[in-house]
């Protein structure tokens, strides 16, 4: 790997790991952080978490793991651009929806209702607690025992009341601090991916019209830059030549603006990063694209009648899991009734969270039909 940039995550200056392990030998401590988090449990059920198609409408939509796939490629060739640590900014990638719950938002959003008396759910509070608690893979700590620095990736928002019970990863909530720009990077780079993935699996249900989306303007003017260097490019190719344009401007928009703000705060450390504003952004006209676009598919896909419907069976199915947990705890596995006696709402929270859609909805059903077991 070239030298990265003075301000850069480094991994050899790294805030260091919860419990002390030894040094990795042939790997730096990020990427010793990215191979524990593609070899947890977590990391493999995204495969079967969804956002917002649930796994068996069709075998080509995105689900959470090639969605995660998806940010830290962007993620990564961005770091790359801006000479920082591509590791630590994969790593923060592929765990960022570690803490979703099944049938994305909607599931969150009945988990949250649930949970209201008990703390409340907040899917990156509990990315964190995947990786600091619930993954059980090692014999001196549960958890990952990952770095500082990917862990505060990963935490990339906390509300001030649960920041305050985090202790140091909580602490820049609280004074308003930057996390590191891998961090940041990762972050905007979910935005990139879920924003042009939505519009081609959009397309690819029927759900969004390719006269529609011509109306956004970010759309319309890569279909048109495409159509004029192959007019008469349909279906398919053409959608595909209009989002790989549309990933590509917002990514060299991206690279341009954050190099502009790195010129302009000269920050020369990763704690002059922490005490700036955030640097990793759009440029002020791409940020209007970006957020028509946004806008745009709130309403034409998120709220679409379909996807409304549903959301609506998630949301029965997450709270009635909960319910009946929360009324007879030793319905749930031995290892989570076991956690249950401390905490029950929590360790339910836990269990449901954990799902798949798939498991989401099989659990449903031997609970609730008589004919299931
Ligand atoms: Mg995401």
Redesign the pocket.
């Known amino acids: 790997m070239s030298e990265c940039a003075p301000y850069a995550a480094s991994s050899a200056a790294s805030r260091g790991r919860r419990y002390r392990e030894p040094p990795p030998r042939n790997r730096s401590e990020f990427q010793r952080d990215r191979d524990r988090i593609i070899h947890s449990t977590a990391f493999r059920r995204l495969e079967y978490k969804t956002?917002v198609f649930v796994n068996h409408e069709g075998d080509l939509f995105r689900t959470?793991l090639t969605?995660?796939l998806e940010?830290a490629q962007i993620g990564r060739s961005v770091a790359r651009s801006l000479r920082l640590d591509e590791d630590l900014t994969e790593a923060i990638a592929l765990a960022?929806?570690f803490g979703?719950t099944p049938f994305g938002h909607a599931g969150q959003d009945a988990l949250n209702r649930c949970m209201r008396a008990y703390g409340g759910f907040e899917h990156n509070l509990q990315s964190l607690r995947v990786v600091d608690v619930l993954e059980q893979r090692y014999a001196a700590f549960d958890g990952l025992n990952l770095t500082f620095e990917t862990r505060e990736g990963i935490l990339k928002h906390c509300s001030r009341k649960n920041a305050r019970m985090l202790g140091e990863i909580g602490e820049r909530f609280l004074r308003g601090g930057q996390p590191s720009l891998e961090a940041q990077i990762a972050n905007l780079a979910?935005e990139i991916?879920?924003n042009n993935h939505d519009v081609d699996d959009g397309l690819r249900s029927g759900l969004l019209l390719l006269e529609e989306l011509a109306e956004v303007r970010l759309f319309r003017r890569h279909m048109k830059a495409a159509l004029r260097n192959f007019p008469r490019l349909t279906g398919r190719r053409l959608i595909h030549e209009t989002v790989r344009r549309m990933i590509d401007m917002l990514v060299t928009d991206l690279v341009a603006h954050a190099g502009r703000n790195l010129r302009l705060h000269r920050p020369t450390s990763i704690a002059d990063v922490r005490n700036a504003p955030s640097l990793v952004g759009f440029s002020s006209a791409v940020e209007k694209l970006h957020l028509d676009l946004k806008q745009f598919l709130r309403e034409k896909l998120y709220r679409h009648y379909r996807v409304a419907r549903m959301s609506a069976k998630a949301r029965r199915i997450v709270s009635d899991l909960f319910g009946a947990f929360l009324t007879d705890p030793r319905l749930m596995p031995p290892e989570f009734q076991a956690r249950a006696t401390d905490d029950a709402p929590r360790a339910i929270a836990d269990y449901v969270a954990g799902m798949t859609d798939r498991y989401a909805i099989l659990e449903h059903r031997r609970l609730f039909a008589i004919e299931s077991n």
């Open positions: 956002q959470r969605h995660s940010v960022h929806d979703h979910d991916a879920y």
